[in-house]
């Protein structure tokens, strides 16, 4: 098993193995990684052209996973997401055929294009890791993460993701553009050839698995605990906020902060980590009152407000 030292010296190289593709956005990186390593899935929310499909691509490829995509649109089936049986005339008989989910990390590309119906035929597959086809249930490989797309600015001919299945992503990510010198990074190493063409993986699905065990015996103490539910549960009782966070968020969110703890080399969380890992974690499954979507206020803001209210342990309470 991955710990220790050896967690450390993986994550690094997995790092600098994105970091060679993709020019700056580390915090991106490790919400990604974050995911990865509590088994959640992932909301990336953003205007084309900002590198969704090469970041995906590439953390596959650094992680020596199998990649797969779908490009979700109006007439998009559920049977072309997770496969079917097709009659076989020589047999006889009926054979499966897997669909495209059947990787281990799959890029749903613009997934509010696809109909309700076509989005439901990821909920049992991102909830349960199997899909269940014709009543027989297909496993599906692990590691296995949905880092599914959507852009939030073109709603014509889009379906919303209902609550149910935004409350299945672990995080939601918005990379947003990069900064001019990261820009001009970019125009230099993708100047004569795609450096994902050269990227070499620095791990495999067992590495992967490993990382898993690593995250889940990472302590998170008392006070950590009780300060993470105070903030989700603060999120029920803000009256500018219709659904608060479910206790499906609490779990995915102490998830969270163990993974970042390992990320950072640590075998206990703070709630520094709480801190940087409320908004990407909770802010998508909320929903507010009217008025407080014509006040402009946002999902971030609210939580944001959360922090803002809810006393943290300090330090010495901590070592004590």
Excluded: W
């Amino acid at each position: 098993m991955a710990t220790g030292f050896a967690s450390t010296e993986l994550v690094t190289r997995i790092r600098a193995a994105v970091g060679s593709v993709i020019v700056g956005k580390q915090d991106v990186v490790d919400q990604l990684l974050i995911a990865v390593l509590c088994q959640g899935h992932v909301l990336v929310e953003d205007v084309p052209g900002v590198g969704k499909t090469l970041l995906a691509r590439s953390l596959a490829t650094a992680l020596g996973c199998t990649f797969g995509r779908v490009q979700f649109t109006p007439d998009v089936l559920p049977s072309d997401v997770t496969g079917s049986s097709v009659f076989d005339q020589r047999t006889t008989e009926f054979e499966f055929r897997p669909g495209p989910i059947f990787t281990q990390i799959l890029l749903a590309d613009e997934i509010n294009r696809a109909t309700p119906r076509a989005q439901s035929a990821l909920l049992e597959a991102m909830q349960e890791r199997q899909v269940t086809i014709d009543g027989h249930t297909h496993t599906l490989p692990a590691p296995f993460l949905v880092l599914a797309t959507q852009n939030p600015i073109e709603l014509e001919g889009t379906f919303p993701l209902p609550e149910a299945q935004l409350d299945r992503f672990l995080l939601r990510v918005r990379p947003g553009y990069p900064s001019r010198e990261e820009e001009d990074a970019m125009l230099l190493r993708f100047e004569r050839d795609d450096p994902l063409d050269r990227l070499e993986p620095v791990a495999s699905a067992v590495h992967v698995v490993a990382l898993q065990h690593a995250r889940a015996a990472i302590t998170v103490g008392e006070l950590v605990r009780a300060y993470l539910l105070d903030v989700v549960r603060a999120t029920r009782d803000d009256p500018r906020i219709l659904l608060g966070a479910s206790p499906r968020a609490a779990l995915a969110l102490h998830r969270a902060v163990q993974a970042r703890a390992l990320l950072d080399g640590r075998d206990f969380a703070l709630p520094d980590d709480v801190k940087a890992l409320a908004a990407p974690v909770l802010a998508h499954r909320l929903a507010l009152t009217a008025e407080a979507r014509l006040r402009g206020q946002t999902p971030e803001s609210l939580v944001a407000a959360v922090l803002d209210t809810v006393e943290v342990p300090v330090e010495d309470e901590l070592a004590g």
